[in-house]
């Protein structure tokens, strides 16, 4: 007969013998050696800090301030509510975590946890011990919060039933059992019937965002660029282009607003959740490992930012133009000095990606000019066009990033036939 006795423990509720420190470092090791953890440097570096001075009952050292110093080369002065490195490395963690042990399941001899609000590791041990060596009451093991976590697995003595509780049992049991079943079968439906319609939405999904789709669950960020003051402050009837974009500080333009709707439509296709949010009140915390949309270019700093490293990007403002990284090769620029109905090309670049800014998946839709950004986003929302871009992909690419730089022809400040001038596929 077995019992089996859980408890979670840190050093400072409970004095943990030597097998058990070493039995939560061998965790740690394998968690450590693990798919969640062995991509990055950051995450298991904080876990092995929080654990290794859990244990040796140094929680000083765990206070938020002291990890981003430590940890992440904060200064000692740095503000912890403008700057939440920490609690988005230890929200980070714990999604790993959880990770991990879904995969091991049960062969899981001790469980690690940061548990929310605090860097102070637990611990939960899970011993497998026979009846003669379960302790009594007073050497029980005592929990973090002073309770004895005791799930009992041994086989019972066998009651003695009468004839007619024996069969009211049994008929009970019966009952239970067939509305399981029921629920079982009407779950199974209700799934089959969601996975069909989920499938159909899938078929109508454009190849520029299946990649991007298929690895997110949602909810995702849509940062939309903001109409910034110009510095000449100039009121013209028609004002050159520069003017045009750039007039005030409060307010997303009618363009960007209608890009991003349609990046979110297509999402909403399948159910996803998107949100959207102005340039001006997004950090990093806002779009760290999680999905995210960026539409606008010179009036979007995240999209400056996020392209430098990929093969074609945006040049300095006073360029106002695509460049190839590589060669620094001038693709398109406009001249923002003439009034928005004299330019004739405008140029955008289309992108999906991951991104080391961020650590997650992003999706570029920008423009130069404010009508390159509207045919952009609807290049990437029309199967034909986006079938023609991923007809330019090499031989043998399994999906992944791809870059496209469109030109698009502008009649009176209105956007109209858009073509592919480069792409890049890794």
Known sequence: ???????????????????????????????LESGPFRSSKRY??????????????ETDKLRERQLGIVLFSRSPGYETSSDPI??????EIRKRLAQYYDLVGDRAQVRISLPPGTYVAEFRFLFHLTTA???????????SLGQTHLEPVMQPGIPILSEGVLTKEIHEGRRFSRLILFLLLVAVAVAGVWGIQRARANRR???????????NGGPVLTVVGQLVPHVDGKTDPEPP??????????????????????ACLVLARLGMDCQMKAVSTTDLSNVHSHPAIFVGAYNNPWVLRITQAIPYRFGELACKCILDTRTGERIGGVDFSIPRDQI??????????????TDGPVVVIAGIGPMSTEAAAEFTTLTERSAELFSHAPKGWKGGNVEAVLATDVV????????ILKTAFW
Do not use: K
């Open 44 to 57: 298991p570096a904080m876990l092995e800090y929080c654990v290794r001075h859990t244990l040796d009952g």
């Open 86 to 91: 920490v609690r988005m490395a230890a929200s």
């Open 1 to 31: 007969m077995l019992r089996r006795l859980t408890a979670m423990a840190t050093p400072a509720t409970i004095p943990l013998t030597d097998q058990e420190r070493s039995l939560i470092l061998s965790e740690l090791t394998a968690i």
């Open 344 to 357: 004739t090309t405008d140029y955008s670049i289309v992108a999906s990606f991951h991104s080391d800014v």
């Open 412 to 419: 009176n400040g209105i956007p109209g036939h858009t073509r």
């Open 205 to 215: 999904i454009p190849e520029f965002w299946r990649t991007f789709i298929d690895g």
């Open 133 to 143: 060596s379960v302790p009594s009451a007073p050497d029980l093991l005592v929990g």
């Open 241 to 262: 282009l520069s003017s045009d974009i750039y007039r005030t500080s409060h307010y997303v333009s009618v363009g960007d607003a209608s890009s991003a709707m349609r």
